[in-house]
């Protein structure tokens, strides 16, 4: 199951920098995962200092 970035982003890029598929980019507001590429690895939920990332 893909990961989505909440509401509690705050467009660090923590994220998209340790994405290993390059499925997260910058959005309106907020940084977006393409669930189509989305690993479900989690590395982006470690690097969020705000926890925004989670599973769907």
Do not use: F, N, W
């Amino acid at each position: 199951m893909a990961y989505k970035i909440s509401d509690d982003c705050i467009s660090c890029g923590a994220c998209a920098a340790e994405c290993p598929v390059g499925a997260i980019a910058e959005g309106d507001g907020k940084y977006e995962i393409d669930a189509d590429a989305c690993l479900s690895c989690g590395a982006c939920a470690d690097a969020c200092p705000v926890g925004a990332p989670s599973e769907e």
